[in-house]
Nanobody, 123 residues
Framework: QVQVEESGGGLVQPGGSLNLSCTFS????????VGWFRQSPGKERKGILC???YASQIERVPFTISRDNVRNTVYLQIRDLVSADTAMYFC?????????????????????WGQGIQVTVSS
């Protein structure tokens, strides 16, 4: 049984930074593309960044995604946070997972999803 555990969310002041973590168990993590998505209330879930099995880190300012295939964990660093970054953040894994920045994603586009973790940017 696959389990997904997210951590690192919370309340952050504008201009601050945040590191999210997502650890998978019960699957061969290194074989999967993994990614981060976010969803604001009343809006669709949208892609941030994905990273395939061959890469270790990808940056799309102000976001950086990285993976550790020993710890079965994918990370998302967000810098220079603004109020528009307030959302529920989800990690996901799938053999053919794709995510274009800002593009909507369907639940069935990934094999496994985290439960979501809230990030609130506010002073």
């Amino acid at each position: 049984q696959v389990q997904v555990e997210e951590s690192g969310g919370g309340l952050v002041q504008p201009g601050g930074s945040l590191n999210l973590s997502c650890t998978f168990s019960g699957l061969t993590f290194r074989d999967y593309t993994v990614g981060w998505f976010r969803q604001s209330p009343g809006k669709e879930r949208k892609g941030i960044l994905c990273i395939n099995r061959y890469a270790s880190q990808i940056e799309r300012v102000p976001f950086t995604i990285s993976r550790d295939n020993v710890r079965n964990t994918v990370y998302l660093q967000i810098r220079d946070l603004v109020s528009a970054d307030t959302a529920m953040y989800f990690c996901a894994a799938g053999p053919g997972l794709k995510c274009s920045w800002g593009s909507s994603v369907a639940i069935e586009d990934a094999s496994y999803w985290g439960q979501g973790i809230q990030v609130t940017v506010s002073s």
